[in-house]
């Protein structure tokens, strides 16, 4: 079987715009009228501060991974490095995420390129129909890669996130 995997350069480098923008911020919507909990514990609400402009922002992300015992969440950051909410929490790290009607207060890190691989496999193996989606939708055969593909993915263009607990918060 020939592999679609594309190069990790190749990965959508724009967010989406019209409709399909519409589309995927509908579930802040959701969060806001407090019907956040209709999305399950497959989404979280993180909340940052644009780096420029000070202003507060939200964004809704699927959730890759959840390790109950930390109570730490994973997510990827689809659209790489370049994403907005990525970068934004890079700058400011401490921030509140909400999963259905829970919120905590937490610290973002990027996560290695070993551990960003450990979330993505862990997913695709929960979650094979989406990783399958998502991936082509990136340009990236998240579905059939190798370890080292998946690898390659974290390291060049797939940032995968870890929100910690805060201690203090």
């Known amino acids: 079987m020939e592999s679609k995997t594309m190069s990790p350069s190749?990965?959508?480098?724009?967010?989406?715009?019209?409709?399909?923008r519409?589309?995927?911020?509908?579930?802040?919507?959701?969060?806001?009228?407090?019907?956040?909990?209709?999305?399950?514990?497959?989404?979280?609400l993180i909340h940052h501060i644009g780096r420029s402009s000070g202003l507060p922002r939200q964004v809704v992300v699927e959730i890759a991974g959840h390790d109950a015992d930390s109570n730490t969440y994973y997510v990827v950051s689809g659209w790489g490095y370049k994403s907005n909410w990525y970068r934004n929490l890079m700058a400011q790290?401490?921030?509140?995420?909400?999963?259905?009607?829970?919120?905590?207060?937490v610290h973002a890190e990027t996560l290695s390129p070993e551990a960003g691989t450990e979330v993505l496999i862990a997913y695709r193996k929960?979650?094979?129909?989406?990783?399958?989606?998502?991936?082509?939708?990136?340009?990236?055969?998240?579905?059939h890669a190798s370890a080292d593909q998946l690898k390659s993915?974290?390291?060049?263009?797939?940032?995968?996130?870890?929100?910690?607990?805060?201690?203090?918060?």
């Not at 959508?12 to 409709?19: A, F, K, N, T, Y």
Request: glycine share 10%; no cysteine; hydrophobic share 45%.
């Open 10 to 20: 190749a990965l959508v480098s724009q967010s989406p715009r019209g409709w399909k």
């Open 22 to 44: 519409w589309l995927f911020r509908a579930p802040i919507v959701l969060y806001r009228l407090g019907l956040g909990w209709l999305l399950g514990g497959r989404f979280v």
């Open 93 to 105: 790290p401490d921030t509140t995420i909400q999963v259905g009607r829970r919120s905590l207060s």
């Open 126 to 143: 929960a979650h094979q129909f989406a990783a399958n989606e998502l991936g082509s939708l990136m340009g990236l055969d998240i579905g």
């Open 153 to 169: 993915f974290v390291r060049e263009s797939l940032p995968v996130v870890a929100f910690r607990p805060r201690e203090n918060a």
